[in-house]
């Protein structure tokens, strides 16, 4: 990270960070400046959220959530944090002390708060027993408890947005997915600012969008942020991390690439719905969706797929 013979492309003090992407390098105070820049202009260019909204970040421990939240407090948006304990033995623990640390020595100075939001409380078992329950790979499982448990917390504490800290190397390698298999339906779905179309749906948003896996962990790094550095051990899709190391080799032979690849994508998608006028996001969602008859979220089935893994889990129990 340190380049001792270059200078801050700014200011001309030495820089600690080299941006190939932008032809730039920073010292830390201009690094720290591009980096809420970069946030800025997404919460804006996206209509995100505005300075009196309250927004819950959704944070893991990782870099990228810790990030976030220390960005938008620095920024000084009304952001509280959730944390779901997911029950993954050693694994959960080590993350929670890394956010509980956060929380106490940094946001809590600020006037932020934490929400916890336990798996094993609510269901009676950590995700790999549930899912073993149910017959489901861990990181599905995972995934529909975590979208189910981040959308009811921001419902309930009547948050007017949920902010995840997905990043543009999460969000390209997302992107080469869904256009390799051609995945039309999330196509239209992948975005960075997801509004709540129906009543009962949190509005979404991802913050980080404009900034790289390695541009957030030099955040950290360079502003004490003590994350958990090891990846959840049930292991992300194997295929996300090749489409992220094939952008990374892309990326290393023309800088630019993957913002070029995911900001055109943006780009593109706003010119179509500002020419087209097809029925709106809300509109669609409208017409198929209505109340989960367990607990009342909204979902295109008689029950959300949250309820329906929590009875599946429960009728295979041995009584
Ligand atoms: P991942 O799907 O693990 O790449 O995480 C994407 C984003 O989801 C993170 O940046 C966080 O904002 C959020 N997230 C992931 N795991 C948790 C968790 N256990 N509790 C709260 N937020 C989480
Ligand atoms: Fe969900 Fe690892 S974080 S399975
Ligand atoms: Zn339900």
Redesign the pocket.
Known sequence: MIHSSMNCTKCKTKAVMKLPRHNAAFCKPCFNHFVHDQVEKAIKSQAMFGPDERIL??????K??LA?WHILLALGYHADA?????GIAGY?ER?YDKVQYYAKMIAAPLGATLHTHTVEQEAGAGIKELAQLVHRPTCSTC?TI?RYQ?NRAAIEKEYDVM????NLD?EAARLLGNVLHWQEEYLDKQGPSLPASVEGFAKKVKPLYRLTERELAAYCVLNKIDYIVDE?PMA?GAKTLLYKEVLNRLETESPGTKQYFYWGFLEKQRKQSATSAPATMAEKDQTILHPCMSCGQPTTAESCSYCKLMARAKSAVPH
């Open positions: 970040v959704a944070v893991s421990g990782g990228d959530s976030l959730l944390y779901v304990h997911l959960s993350s995934g975590k981040f902010a995840t800290g997905h999460d959840c992300q």
